[in-house]
C-alpha cells in the first residue's frame, strides 16, 4: 500500500530554522516528481518544492526561494525540507506528495502524506 507520512513539524520563532522530513512507502520515489505543498487556514494550497521526474531539478516557490532547501534520497525513499528564516506567512500545514509531474504534485497529487502543522507566531 502506497504511504507517506511527514514528521517533524512545530512551533518555531521568526527568523528559525526547521527540518521537515517525508518517509515513503509502497512506491519508487525514482519514478515520480515528488516535493512538498502546504495550506494555510482558508487559503488555497502552495507549492513549495518539487524534484521533477523528468531532469531530477528541483523547482522552488517564489515565496520560498533561497529559504528553503528540498533533499532527497532516492535509495530510502526520503524525503526532506529544510527551511530558514521562518515567518508567520510560512505557517500552514506542511505535505509531501508525489505525481507524474510537477505541475500535478500541488493540487492532483497520486500520492500524498496527512500533513505536518508549522506554526510561526506573529
Known amino acids: 500500500q502506497e504511504q507517506m507520512v511527514e514528521s517533524g513539524g512545530g512551533l518555531v520563532q521568526p527568523g528559525g530554522s526547521l527540518r521537515l522530513s517525508c518517509a515513503g512507502s509502497?512506491?519508487?520515489?525514482?519514478?515520480?516528481?515528488i516535493g512538498w505543498f502546504r495550506q494555510a487556514p482558508g487559503k488555497t494550497r502552495e507549492a513549495v518544492v518539487c524534484i521533477s521526474s523528468d531532469d531530477r531539478l528541483a523547482y522552488y516557490g517564489d515565496a520560498v526561494k533561497d529559504r528553503f532547501s528540498i533533499w532527497v534520497d532516492a535509495a530510502k525513499n526520503s524525503l526532506g525540507l529544510h527551511m530558514k528564516d521562518l515567518t508567520a506567512d510560512d505557517a500552514a500545514v506542511y505535505y509531501c506528495a508525489a505525481a507524474q509531474s510537477c505541475q500535478r504534485v500541488t493540487y492532483e497529487p497520486t500520492f500524498w502524506g496527512q500533513g505536518t502543522p508549522v506554526t510561526v507566531p506573529t
Open positions: 509502497g512506491f519508487r520515489f525514482d519514478d515520480y516528481s
